[in-house]
């Protein structure tokens, strides 16, 4: 059975295609979605993939992780800034995670700077638009299969 990897997504990026399309491109989670099944089809990967605009159900989804998955790739969205519950949850689940984000936030506002995430995090990708979630996929591929 191939590697189980969860692909988590927070609050308001079920808005994506038509909220603020300058910084977040155009195209929506429902695409996202798709090139995620598609690479982890390609990479031999399974995945589930999931958002929310409610904390709880996400922590009750990173807690289920533990033991099941191998693997989680999560864009926190706003909660990256604010949330030391999912950084706790994500050290809980002892899974590796990979922390994603569309856009460079490092190139927009100050408080978007601080992640809770990114020091428990194996890697970051912030930038590359919708291919960072195709770029986490590759890796737990090749971590997984190596």
Not at 60 to 79: E, K, L, Q, Y
Not at 112 to 127: C, M, N, Q
Request: aromatic share 6%.
């Amino acid at each position: 059975m191939p590697p189980l990897v969860l692909v988590l997504n927070g609050p308001n990026l079920n808005l994506l295609g038509t909220r603020e399309p300058a910084t977040y491109g155009h195209e929506t989670l429902a695409d996202i979605a798709a090139l995620c099944g598609r690479s982890a089809e390609k990479l031999g990967l399974k995945i589930e993939f999931r958002q929310t605009n409610h904390e709880g159900e996400l922590l009750d989804w990173i807690h289920g992780a533990r033991a099941r998955c191998a693997g989680i790739v999560i864009n926190p969205a706003a909660w990256t800034h604010t949330s030391v519950a999912i950084r706790d949850a994500l050290v809980a689940s002892e899974v590796p995670v990979i922390e994603v984000h569309l856009s460079n936030v490092h190139a927009r506002e100050a408080f978007r700077h601080h992640s809770f995430v990114s020091p428990i995090a194996k890697a970051v990708l912030a930038g590359f638009g919708s291919h960072g979630y195709h770029l986490a996929l590759e890796h737990f591929s090749h971590t997984l299969k190596g």
